[in-house]
């Protein structure tokens, strides 16, 4: 019994001392020559032939993965995801990649729901509770060269701040992928 309560008291300082030093690890970017930036997804269809080049293209800017398949239904989805941790030039480079090969950028999902340095282009893994969708005039706003990367990310999550509201069978009903109170409902018992 006393060895089970010291091994608690070791095992609760321990967690209370470790906790603050993995949040702090999860707030801070590593650099991209360090953790590279892994863009997945897919491309058109009609461009399978030219995968090999295709995806060469998508990693002209270096310190990136590539994992592009060829989505078996002709044209992609157009949803893109950009994580927090992507530098803007990028960032840029693949959006203006994707418009070329993919159903271009309709969508952006919020940067909560995908890992820091990861980029998915034409995806259909997020619902849409999760994705906002977006107008070419912001697009080409996230494409502007002159944005740093503090600014290219305040944009981005400006643009794909999920909707309070969304449709469930006809109705509008909270957003059930947004944290908060307000959304979450007590039973009574």
């Known amino acids: ?10 095992l609760g300082v321990s967690s209370f001392i470790l906790e603050p030093v993995a949040t702090q690890a999860e707030t801070e970017c590593q650099l991209v020559e360090k953790k590279q930036i892994k863009v997945e997804g897919y491309i058109s269809k009609k461009f ?7 995806t060469k ?15 078996p239904m ?7 995801a950009v994580g927090r941790c992507v530098p803007a030039y990028i960032a840029r ?3 203006a990649t994707a418009i070329k090969y993919t159903g271009g950028v309709g969508s952006l999902v919020f940067q909560g729901f995908i ?3 990861w980029i998915g282009i034409g995806t259909t893994m997020f619902d849409e509770p999760s994705q906002r ?3 070419d005039e912001q697009v080409s706003q996230l494409l ?4 740093d990367d503090k600014n290219f990310h305040v944009l981005y999550r400006k643009f794909s701040k999920q909707n309070k509201l969304v449709p469930f069978f006809g109705l509008q009903v909270p957003n059930a992928k947004i944290p908060d109170s307000a959304n979450s409902t007590v039973l009574s018992p």
């Not at 019994?1 to 070791?10: D, G, L, P, Q």
């Not at 002709?74 to 893109?80: A, I």
């Not at 502007?144 to 944005?147: D, R």
């Open 1 to 10: 019994m006393v060895k089970r309560m010291i091994f608690c008291m070791v």
């Open 48 to 54: 399978r032939k030219e995968r090999k080049k295709i």
């Open 57 to 71: 293209e998508f990693a002209e800017m270096g310190n990136t993965r590539m994992a592009l398949r060829v989505f």
């Open 74 to 80: 002709g044209k992609t989805s157009d949803v893109v």
């Open 93 to 95: 480079h693949v959006l």
């Open 115 to 117: 890992p820091s340095h």
């Open 133 to 135: 969708k977006v107008t």
């Open 144 to 147: 502007n060269p002159s944005l």
